[in-house]
């Protein structure tokens, strides 16, 4: 038996799920044409009170679409050092909208409106013009941490002031919202656009939705285009999105509880230095010096446990709908007995 930690994009559609994808009502999508896509769509955007919505291809897609229609070249994004649009989109945000970028360096992933105001390049002609903060909830690299509320209030507060545009890349927003027992019409009222991952914890095989306001959902249509993202007859992907949206959201709390077990069970073994606090899907710790986290990765392979090494010395476990209750059980008697040589 293989247990896969190494990322909640790993599963495999649900039986329900392969139904509804079979039953899916289909057509051309770039002519507006399919109908599992425009439900989707319009489902999502109801879900977040917000006007419209897309359906992309990818996260890194609709984090990259938004980054283009909120900006213009030689504009400046601000984000945190570890957020997914810096560090896992392949320069995208230099090579698509011609951007700099200011890094904030937050607590596990997160900024506050405090280090976003002093980051804001004042009116000189040396500086690029602040337009865009892109926040992500959860944080990947934060090990699944979640924002508070009172403080993604400041920040929509802040950013209406200085007239800087709101992203969210919600990629894991979900899990959030189970931790922290939120409402997506909460987070359509403080963010100008959302991407939200069908294809992460909620376990559909593929896509992103990116919601907004209807003149930049047209304007996201466009640049989706120019990134060759028109699908055609997506309807069958966009089906199981659905299908994961009204089937796959509450049963999220089982994936926290495992990752909780699995993060008190490591915290006493002698190979691991320190767990990040985990607080929904994601377990990240730090590797006692004697070994590295490549070595730990390798000896857990060779017991059936599949996780990843983000770094020389930490390594990355995310919970997923593919993770049983006996796959847990075995997870925890691996860890307990695993032998390691020093390097």
Do not use: W
Not at 195 to 214: F, T
Not at 245 to 269: P, V, W, Y
Request: include cysteine; glycine fraction near 8%.
């Amino acid at each position: 038996m293989i247990i896969d930690f190494r990322s909640d994009t790993v599963t495999r559609p649900t039986a329900g799920m392969l139904e509804a994808m079979m039953k899916a009502g289909v057509g051309d999508d770039v002519f507006g044409e399919d109908a599992a896509v425009n439900k989707l769509e319009a489902f999502t955007a109801d879900m977040f009170g917000m006007e419209a919505g897309i359906f992309c291809a990818s996260g890194t897609m609709t984090n990259q679409i938004a980054i283009k229609c909120h900006t213009q070249p030689a504009d400046e994004v601000i984000c945190e050092t570890q957020s997914h649009v810096y560090q896992y989109e392949g320069g995208g945000i230099a090579f698509n909208s011609g951007c700099q970028v200011k890094l904030i360096d937050g607590n596990r992933g997160r900024i506050t409106a405090e280090l976003i105001r002093a980051a804001i390049n004042p009116d000189d002609v040396h500086k690029p013009p602040s337009r865009l903060v892109c926040l992500e909830n959860t944080s990947n690299r934060g090990g699944g941490s979640c924002y508070d509320m009172h403080e993604l209030e400041r920040i929509t507060e802040l950013c209406y002031h200085c007239n800087l545009q709101l992203h969210l890349d919600g990629a894991r927003l979900f899990n959030a919202m189970v931790a922290r027992n939120e409402t997506p019409l909460v987070y359509g009222k403080l963010f100008d656009s959302i991407s939200v991952c069908l294809s992460k914890s909620l376990g559909a095989p593929v896509g992103s939705i990116l919601l907004g306001k209807k003149e930049f959902i047209h304007k996201a249509r466009r640049v989706r285009k120019l990134l060759g993202g028109g699908m055609r007859q997506a309807g069958y992907l966009a089906a199981a999105g659905l299908y994961a949206l009204q089937h796959h959201i509450t049963r999220l709390s089982e994936d926290h509880r495992n990752a909780q077990q699995i993060a008190t069970l490591l915290q006493g073994q002698h190979f691991v230095k320190s767990v990040m606090p985990v607080e929904t899907n994601i377990i990240i710790f730090e590797v006692n010096p004697l070994y590295t986290a490549r070595q730990v990765a390798e000896k857990l392979k060779e017991n059936g446990v599949l996780v990843y090494a983000i770094s020389p010395v930490r390594v990355r476990m995310v919970l997923h709908l593919d993770v049983t209750p006996a796959m847990v059980a075995r997870t925890c008697s691996v860890l307990t007995g695993l032998q390691l040589d020093t390097v």
